[in-house]
């Protein structure tokens, strides 16, 4: 009996070991299996760490890289607004240098009509009152002139018509005056309150070597307008 109590306890304590073993192995197991989840959520959490970093690197790049394009495109604006400035500021300059240089031109050419006119008006007496109030009759006489000159053409024209009126070869001509052309020389000169005078150098006037003034009016042989012909009809048949 002792035998089998002996024999039962060392299998009892063989299948307790056995079952030891199992479970030790069991646990090995399970440590081996957590710890390899382990690894691989520890190896999974770096590699996001790993891809957090590489995409803020890569943004960070990024930006530096828009930047830096950025700055080079204000920089390249900031060029190009000094450029545009300098050459309008060229152009001012030049616009002023020439408004300045046309004023000064302008302002020597007063100058010196101012003085020729004052050595103008100083070289002599001006015309008489009475002789400038003569200047409408000066040409009222230059037209009477005029017509009485084409009085004389017309005259010559008819006596040259009638002496060839017989050859085939000479053709019917009349001889006109289609304009006048007068000049008459003068000066300007300004009163205090604002009126200008046009002065008619005297005999004693001397006007050498000086910038006159001059007038210029032409006289011109015209058609009748139509009312003057039918005015003129309207005589003929009182007549």
């Not at 008619?200 to 006007?207: P, R």
């Amino acid at each position: 009996m002792a035998t089998k109590k002996t024999t039962s306890g060392k299998r009892s304590a063989k299948k307790a070991d056995r079952q030891a073993d199992r479970a030790q192995k069991r646990a090995e197991r399970q440590a081996a299996k957590s710890q390899k989840k382990s690894a691989k959520a520890e190896e999974r959490e770096q590699n996001l760490i790993e891809r957090e970093k590489n995409k803020a690197r890569r943004k960070a790049e990024k930006d530096r890289a828009e930047a830096k394009r950025k700055a080079e495109r204000e920089k390249e604006k900031a060029q190009r607004k000094s450029e545009r400035e300098k050459k309008e500021a060229r152009r001012k300059a030049e616009r002023e240098k020439e408004k300045t240089q046309r004023q000064s031109r302008q302002a020597k050419r007063k100058a010196k009509k101012d003085a020729e006119l004052d050595s103008f008006v100083k070289a002599g007496p001006p015309a008489s009152h009475k002789e400038f109030s003569q200047f409408a009759k000066f040409l009222a006489d230059i037209g009477k002139s005029m017509v009485e000159t084409q009085r004389m053409m017309d005259y010559v024209s008819r006596e040259y018509n009638l002496e060839n009126q017989d050859k085939d070869y000479v053709f019917p001509t009349v001889f006109r005056i289609p304009k006048l052309t007068a000049e008459l020389k003068v000066a300007l000169d300004n009163e205090s309150s604002g009126k200008l005078n046009v002065i008619v150098a005297s005999k004693k006037t001397t006007s050498k070597e000086l910038n006159e003034q001059s007038i210029q009016f032409e006289i011109i042989a015209a058609p009748l307008p139509p009312e003057a012909l039918s005015f003129k009809n309207d005589e003929d048949d009182d007549e």
